[in-house]
């Protein structure tokens, strides 16, 4: 009677409460956004049946791509702020009561009112302090993006952001000239900044698999050069009436983002119960076979009844535990299989936990690749950021005539050729599954081409958008392709056997490598451009010719491998 009375006690208090700690722990990784999406179709479409899949992967695109557009939208103000904080006072009559001796720089924003070099160098420094901070920081990002959940991540990091931006911004409110507090925010901006990268790159290859890799992060990659025009379009909306707003504005952006990020961003399949990859399958006797996998298919569950193995779920097969007894089931049985799961709860009740461990720095530059792809990516971003901030300099000295605005609104010709540029690299790559040769090809046209654009830009403004256009496609091509197929490509290499936590290392590594040429290149076009901007040129184009050098290795075994494939094919 006891026992009895013991097991009820069981069935009717424990259990319940038991399935609800259960519930509540694999759910604690679906953001609140989802969950109350959830509670609403739940609620108001209880038969409503969907490709859950394809929502998920739709809603990972949106997300990313508009989280990383925000982090270049505002990281690209300071570019074009540097043509008012440093100008040209001669041409413009002065105030009565400015003193004589400064009738020169009586427009300037101090500290940067010195002479030319000067306020280079000093501008030079700012951009430094960020990109610095940046790649250091990057290195230590790509570890701790590993080891945390990276909706948090992301979603601190942009908030930061916004608050640095935001401060830089009320420099000029509060008439600040002091220029250890624009070095200080630009360096902690830069810390913030390096939640991005690893982050978005890491969630975006946990949702889709290597087929056409190189085509889709070409296109997603374009949330760069999107961020950076949208970025210079809003600073030079306010440049010249009160720059303050050049970064107060994208800094309020960027913030709201983060926010829904933090609301709707599922960083793993496995948290809503999706999968990334197909099983495998096998022809024999004229029928396509799949392998059988450990999926589970829950029932609608509207009246918030739990769902537990043993009460309603529907077993449809598992997984054998070793490698000669694998199960394997007809396209026939996997169709009912696939609608099964369809109807599945939105959000899955016992999602697997991964027993994947982190792997180290050492580790990750054994991986064959890493070491080539990042060093090139240093001279590659070196070339690639020296445009970013000093572009808009360029163009207003190369030419007089063009304001702060219109300075800022041609050099996004240069973003939209890197668009261009990322999806054809990406293209390029697919097509040939050569990634080292697809950016030695691209390297190799850049660096004549920039000596092209700094000889003939000049001329009118046409020629000058014309050839922008090209650069930006040559330049961005190569450094788009690394920092986002190669670097996914990279942390899934077969010799990780499997393991994806290497993803945001192998990321971090590559982009943080990238990130102190991208911190370099600026610094030194500051002092450079003191001698003459002939001189800026010479050393991009010397930069260009050594990204090409570094992967001519991988390039040679990408030919090798090329050839013996073709004669493979002609002996077959």
Not at 217 to 233: A, D, E, Q, R, V
Not at 486 to 504: D, F, I, Q
């Amino acid at each position: 009677m006891i026992i009895y009375h013991l097991c009820s006690l069981y069935r009717h208090i424990f259990r319940p409460n038991l399935k609800k700690l259960k519930m509540s722990h694999s759910t604690r990784e679906v953001p609140w956004g989802i969950q109350l999406l959830q509670k609403i179709t739940d609620k108001c479409c209880p038969r409503l049946h969907f490709n859950r899949e394809l929502c998920y992967r739709a809603s990972i695109v949106f997300l990313t791509y508009v989280a990383y557009m925000s982090y270049h939208l505002s990281r690209k103000p300071i570019s074009v702020v540097k043509t008012v904080l440093h100008q040209n006072c001669s041409g413009m009559t002065p105030p009565p009561d400015i003193d004589p001796s400064n009738r020169g720089t009586w427009c300037d924003w101090a500290p940067f009112n010195g002479t030319d070099s000067n306020a280079s160098q000093l501008l030079g420094e700012l951009d430094s302090s960020f990109l610095f901070s940046y790649a250091v920081a990057m290195f230590i990002s790509g570890f701790i993006a590993e080891r945390f959940n990276l909706r948090y991540f992301l979603s601190l990091g942009m908030l930061l952001s916004g608050i640095f931006s935001y401060m830089f911004g009320i420099a000029k409110s509060y008439n600040i000239h002091n220029l250890w507090y624009y070095v200080i925010v630009q360096g902690l901006a830069g810390v913030a900044q390096t939640s991005g990268w690893p982050g978005v790159v890491t969630v975006m290859s946990n949702w889709f698999g290597k087929k056409k890799r190189g085509l889709i992060f070409g296109l997603w990659n374009s949330h760069t050069s999107i961020g950076n025009i949208l970025g210079s379009l809003i600073a030079a909306e306010y440049v010249e009436t009160d720059w303050s707003l050049s970064f107060i504005m994208p800094g309020l952006i960027i913030g709201i983002v983060g926010f829904v990020v933090f609301l709707f961003l599922v960083v793993n399949p496995g948290d809503v119960g999706c999968t990334i990859s197909g099983p495998e399958e096998r022809q024999q006797n004229g029928r396509t076979y799949r392998k059988l996998q450990n999926r589970v298919a829950n029932v609608d569950n509207s009246s918030n009844v739990s769902s537990e193995t043993d009460d309603t779920d529907i077993i449809l097969g598992e997984e054998a535990t070793n490698t000669h007894n694998v199960q394997y089931m007809s396209s026939d049985d996997f169709e009912v299989q696939r609608r099964l799961t369809e109807r599945t709860r939105l959000l899955r009740g016992n999602a697997p936990e991964s027993t994947e461990r982190a792997i180290g720095f050492l580790g990750a530059l054994k991986i064959p690749g890493v070491v080539e792809f990042s060093l090139s990516l240093f001279f590659s971003k070196l070339v690639s950021y020296t445009f970013l901030y000093w572009l808009p300099l360029y163009i207003s000295h190369s030419n007089q005539a063009m304001g702060a605005t219109l300075s800022a609104d041609l050099s996004t010709l240069f973003d939209v050729g890197g668009i261009i540029g990322a999806i054809a690299a990406g293209v390029i790559s697919d097509h040939s599954g050569m990634s080292a040769t697809t950016c030695v090809g691209m390297l190799a046209v850049a660096a004549p081409m920039m000596f092209i654009y700094e000889r003939y830009s000049a001329y009118n403004l046409a020629v000058n958008m014309i050839l922008l256009i090209i650069v930006g496609i040559l330049v961005n091509g190569p450094y788009a392709l690394i920092t986002t197929a190669v670097s996914a490509e990279l942390g899934t290499h077969s010799s990780l056997e499997g393991n994806s936590k290497a993803l945001a290392t192998v990321t971090a590594i590559i982009d943080g490598t990238g990130s102190i040429g991208a911190a370099v290149g600026p610094l030194l076009a500051g002092f450079v451009s003191s001698y003459g901007w002939n001189n800026v040129f010479i050393m991009l184009m010397i930069s260009d010719v050594l990204a090409l050098v570094l992967l001519l290795r991988l390039f040679k075994h990408e030919i090798r491998k090329y050839r013996s494939s073709r004669r493979q094919i002609r002996i077959e």
